[in-house]
């Protein structure tokens, strides 16, 4: 079972940048899916990233339209630790920032079997 938790949430002002970073301590989650999701108050959670294991330690990351251009994931060596560098960060990303993962593939409308508690950013204007 893989045990998940987030790192790197806090209080930014606009334009900033924030890095998360997610660390599995459980299952060996090298090849499998790992996500970023979030959730604001009041509205449905949102896929923000995704990577991937395709073969040889190739990845493949996808990004929900907002994150595309702005926001960066990718997995360490290990690939048990995902980071999402965030930038140029305005109020509207604001959310409780959730680690997601699977043995298998994780997407926007498939998330994952494992969660993490969350960490919140919050975005100042």
């Known amino acids: 079972q893989a045990q998940l938790a987030e790192f790197g949430g806090g209080l930014v002002q606009a334009g900033q940048s924030l890095t998360l970073s997610c660390v599995n301590s459980?299952?060996?989650?090298?090849?499998?899916?790992m996500a970023w999701f979030r959730q604001s108050s009041g509205k449905e959670r949102e896929f923000v990233a995704s990577?991937?294991?395709?073969?040889?330690?190739?990845?493949?990351?996808d990004y929900g339209d907002f994150a595309r251009g702005r926001f960066r994931t990718f997995r360490n060596n290990s690939g048990n630790t995902m980071v999402l560098q965030m930038e140029r960060l305005n109020p509207a990303d604001t959310a409780v920032y959730f680690c997601?993962?699977?043995?298998?593939?994780?997407?926007?409308?498939?998330?994952?079997?494992?969660w993490g508690q969350g960490t919140q950013v919050t975005v100042s204007s």
């Open positions: 997601n993962a699977d043995p298998g593939v994780v997407g926007p409308t498939t998330p994952g079997e494992y």
């Open positions: 459980g299952r060996d989650l090298r090849e499998s899916g």
């Open positions: 990577t991937n294991w395709r073969r040889s330690r190739v990845y493949y990351t």
